[in-house]
């Protein structure tokens, strides 16, 4: 049997993951004395209203090889191979740990590098579940996973600055200079790191340069996993971006699935962000 393992940066929480039949490891979140564990005793909504409630940035930490170990210990138990899926090594230090944890198994644990976060991980996730049911062994999933996660392509567009300016990831100056024009950033996974790629003056002009830059990747794969993204405690920014987006989708497809953004990217990236993952052509 092959059970598959995913970390919460996934933005996979507890109950979904029972649902697909897999198995979750969660990042710690600590906001202040307080410290959850992602999506099994904080879930995404109870991220966002702390998130908005707090002055100080959460802090996130890795996923530490004592606990790869142990969750690789009861899921081998009954013999299982088990394949990890993690959040990109140059995000985290989580994918080096889960590696060295994996090396005392004897080859019945396969750790695979995402090379994303967020809704970028969590289609390469779905395209593994695939896989499985199609009766594919645990080398030819991992062989297949690292083929194919080089096409995804993870792209968002940011409400807010504020949320990188507190976590130091552009300046003071920068971030109240782009508040005050209505600047939206859109940001993206390259090459396993998150890297701005656009920005556009306010929000009908931030989702069309996201339009484009979904077809400069080559369009989307609609017979792989996609699925849209939003954060913070309402999804009216991605309602207005469907609106916004017809022509991706038209006559291609009738299911467009979304899903919350959670802690890990959450933390950077503040309410009202919406996002997009898929696999291009």
């Given at each position: ?65 004592f606990s790869w170990e142990e969750k690789f ?209």
């Open positions: 049997m092959i059970k598959i393992l995913i970390d919460s940066a996934s933005d996979v929480e507890m109950g979904e993951a029972e649902e697909l039949g897999i198995f979750l490891i969660p990042i710690k979140v600590r906001f202040g004395d307080e410290e959850y564990s992602d999506g099994v005793n904080l879930s995404h909504r109870e991220f966002f209203e702390k998130l908005i409630e707090s002055a100080e940035l959460p802090q996130t930490s890795q996923i530490n090889e210990k009861e899921l081998t138990a009954d013999g299982s191979e088990v394949i990890a899926i993690t959040i990109s090594s140059k995000l985290s230090g989580t994918y080096a740990c889960a590696v060295k944890a994996a090396a005392k198994f004897g080859g019945k644990v396969r750790v695979v590098d995402s090379i994303q976060a967020c809704i970028g991980e969590r289609i390469l996730l779905q395209y593994a579940i695939r896989l499985v049911k199609e009766g594919r062994s645990a080398a030819e999933v991992v062989k297949e996973l690292d083929n194919k996660k080089n096409r995804i392509q993870l792209l968002a567009v940011l409400d807010t600055l504020a949320y990188l300016r507190k976590g130091g990831r552009i300046s003071s100056v920068a971030a109240i200079a782009g508040e005050m024009l209505s600047i939206k950033p859109v940001i993206s996974v390259v090459d396993g790191e998150v890297k701005l790629v656009g920005k556009a003056m306010g929000s009908k002009k931030s989702n069309n340069l996201l339009n484009q830059l979904v077809e400069k990747c080559g369009g989307i794969d609609f017979d792989m996993p996609y699925v849209l993204g939003y954060s913070g405690l309402s999804d009216d920014y991605l309602q207005k971006y469907l609106r916004d987006s017809e022509q991706l989708w038209k006559g291609k497809t009738d299911n467009i699935p979304s899903s919350m953004i959670g802690s890990t990217i959450g933390t950077h990236v503040g309410p009202n962000a919406i996002a997009v993952a898929f696999f291009a052509k």
